[in-house]
């Protein structure tokens, strides 16, 4: 009879703090809900899901012919696309929110040479997703837009589809701001012992040719693209082979920072 209790107080002892996590998870999955839905209440009203495609659509229509424009070939496209722009970019206004509930969901089970890695890396991470965003459309756009009308014979009118360069844009953002986070990918593998920086540094070799076969993968099939996505990652993996030697300095733990002057 005296077994039957403590199996119980058991049982609760390790069922509470689950749930406290659950319930903490959730709490944080509903502030970072509520931040997109305000980034997407704001940008609803100001400046509002039309002027957002055109913003969105600029790069193209400037570099289409005279008098041509993009058109809609389903009936409910003119109003499902820019409502999808809509919360794509509420979600991006609001991203550093939401990494900020993930932060703060995870960061007291982490050691405080682990916070000290973490938060730098959450934060480089978002700006450098952000900064690939917005290579991709100030220049990127531009030059494979020009490049394509280009070879376009004279006697075809460009008429893009809405719904397809919306498929092609967030192609393109993923693309670009996925490959800028090679120096993040770089350093949490040195720094969890994965790698070291002396292969990191012998397989530069290897990345420089992976890195182009991933543009060709991903980008349109114009040289202007590839090189765009891979040059760029070439130069981030040399950056995050760099930042990874800093990173493994400063973020050591206490005994392995003790350990080279013991």
């Given at each position: 009879?005296?077994?039957?209790p403590?199996k119980e107080?058991?049982?609760?002892?390790?069922?509470?703090?689950?749930?406290?996590?659950l319930?903490?998870l959730?709490?944080?999955?509903?502030?970072a809900?509520?931040?997109?839905?305000?980034?997407?209440?704001?940008?609803?009203?100001?400046?509002?899901?039309?002027?957002?495609?055109?913003?969105?659509?600029?790069?193209?229509?400037?570099?289409?012919?005279?008098?041509?424009?993009?058109?809609a070939?389903?009936?409910?496209?003119?109003?499902?696309?820019?409502?999808?722009?809509?919360?794509?970019?509420?979600?991006?206004?609001?991203?550093?929110?939401?990494?900020?509930?993930?932060?703060?969901f995870?960061a007291?089970?982490?050691?405080?040479h682990?916070k000290k890695?973490?938060?730098?890396l959450?934060?480089?991470?978002?700006?450098?997703?952000?900064?690939?965003?917005?290579?991709?459309?100030?220049?990127?756009?531009?030059?494979?837009?020009?490049f394509?009308?280009?070879?376009?014979?004279?006697?075809?009118?460009?008429?893009?589809?809405?719904?397809?360069?919306?498929?092609?844009v967030?192609?393109?953002?993923?693309?670009?701001?996925?490959?800028?986070?090679?120096?993040?990918v770089v350093?949490?593998?040195?720094?969890?012992g994965?790698?070291t920086?002396?292969?990191l540094?012998?397989?530069?070799?290897?990345?420089?040719?992976?890195?182009?076969?991933?543009?060709?993968?991903v980008?349109?099939?114009?040289?202007?693209?590839?090189?765009?996505?891979?040059?760029?990652?070439?130069?981030l993996?040399?950056?995050?082979?760099?930042?990874a030697?800093?990173?493994?300095?400063?973020?050591?733990?206490?005994?392995?920072?003790?350990?080279?002057?013991?």
């Amino acid at each position: 009879m005296s077994d039957i209790p403590h199996k119980e107080d058991e049982l609760a002892g390790t069922e509470q703090p689950f749930v406290q996590h659950l319930m903490e998870l959730r709490d944080r999955l509903v502030k970072a809900l509520i931040a997109v839905g305000i980034a997407a209440a704001v940008l609803f009203f100001y400046p509002g899901p039309g002027p957002l495609y055109d913003l969105l659509a600029a790069p193209l229509v400037a570099h289409l012919p005279a008098g041509a424009t993009l058109i809609a070939t389903s009936v409910i496209s003119p109003f499902m696309v820019p409502l999808k722009i809509l919360l794509m970019s509420a979600f991006l206004l609001a991203l550093p929110v939401v990494l900020w509930q993930a932060w703060a969901f995870v960061a007291p089970g982490l050691y405080s040479h682990e916070k000290k890695l973490v938060l730098p890396l959450v934060v480089s991470s978002t700006l450098l997703f952000f900064i690939g965003v917005a290579f991709c459309y100030f220049f990127v756009f531009g030059q494979v837009f020009a490049f394509i009308q280009s070879f376009a014979p004279k006697s075809i009118t460009a008429a893009p589809d809405i719904e397809a360069y919306l498929s092609f844009v967030i192609t393109m953002f993923l693309a670009f701001g996925l490959a800028f986070e090679v120096p993040i990918v770089v350093i949490v593998l040195a720094r969890m012992g994965i790698v070291t920086v002396e292969k990191l540094k012998g397989f530069r070799g290897y990345f420089i040719v992976l890195a182009f076969i991933i543009a060709a993968v991903v980008t349109p099939p114009d040289v202007v693209s590839q090189l765009a996505l891979a040059i760029p990652m070439c130069l981030l993996y040399e950056l995050g082979i760099w930042a990874a030697q800093i990173f493994i300095r400063h973020t050591a733990a206490p005994e392995d920072a003790q350990e080279p002057s013991a």
